[in-house]
């Protein structure tokens, strides 16, 4: 791995719940030894995607972030794209959607819209979500390039929960299944109990650059439920593509 690709996958260590990362926690989650990351923070730091905190010396997101994100959604549009749409999704499913986009080796979830019931499934913010364990994850392989789609199943696919897929032959299997029905399942393959259902959202080019999905809890799961989600799937997903100046694939089809 490039070190400015080592640098900026830093970045993806901080969330919701780890908004401020000491220095030696850091190299520990990233397995980078604690001198070189404080050389990549230090430079970043140059740039303001990071800042040190001056009370207890860890880090947290720079306003340079903030700034490249107002950037971004000021020349494309995401945020007013999605954010109805996943609005009126969880509303006619009663359950949590949220969307993701590429970006790198995973996905990142941009936008998340909670039903109004306690039990419900949390996803938090910017979350990363990787490619083989979640159903957006397995939802955008199976419609990328070839070449990148082949690059997804030569990966060393770690666990994440007991089911998450972890040989290239399982996600590959899921993967075809994908490309026959249109939408993806994963049962309880990133998290414990949660059961979730992606599309894939297209880009110019007609492949895969997201994808819209719904998260229930898995004890809510039935096949009446599940037809409901896929249901009303399909066209918010159609129109988050188009939405996003997007080109449906004509090899993406739904068969329930």
Not at 155 to 161: E, F, P, Q, S
Not at 174 to 203: H, K, N, W
Request: with cysteine; proline share 5%; hydrophobic share 45%.
């Amino acid at each position: 791995m490039r070190t400015v690709e080592k640098a900026l996958r830093l970045l993806d260590f901080f969330s919701d719940k780890m908004p401020e990362i000491g220095l030696s926690e850091l190299a520990k989650l990233s397995g980078i030894d604690k001198t070189t990351v404080l050389r990549m923070l230090a430079d970043m730091a140059e740039c303001g995607l990071v800042e040190q905190k001056t009370d207890d010396k860890k880090w947290r997101l720079g306003a340079g972030v903030l700034r490249l994100a107002r950037l971004r959604e000021a020349t494309q549009p995401v945020t007013r794209v999605l954010t109805p749409i996943l609005e009126r999704l969880a509303e006619q499913t009663g359950e949590t959607a949220h969307a993701s986009l590429l970006s790198g080796r995973d996905l990142a979830n941009i936008g998340v819209v909670e039903p109004a019931r306690a039990n419900r499934v949390h996803i938090e913010p910017g979350l990363v979500l990787p490619l083989h364990a979640t159903a957006s994850g397995i939802a955008v392989t199976a419609f990328l390039r070839p070449e990148q789609r082949e690059r997804v199943l030569a990966r060393k696919l770690a666990a994440v929960t007991g089911q998450t897929p972890t040989s290239r032959e399982r996600l590959a299997e899921l993967v075809d299944r994908v490309r026959t029905r249109g939408y993806s399942v994963a049962d309880q393959t990133y998290e414990d109990e949660v059961y979730g259902l992606a599309m894939p959202i297209f880009g110019p080019d007609g492949f895969a650059c997201g994808a819209l999905a719904v998260a229930t809890p898995a004890s809510r799961v039935t096949k009446a439920h599940e037809a409901a989600i896929i249901a009303a799937l399909a066209p918010a997903a159609r129109e988050a593509t188009l939405g996003l100046g997007g080109r449906p694939s004509p090899e993406h089809r739904i068969t329930v």
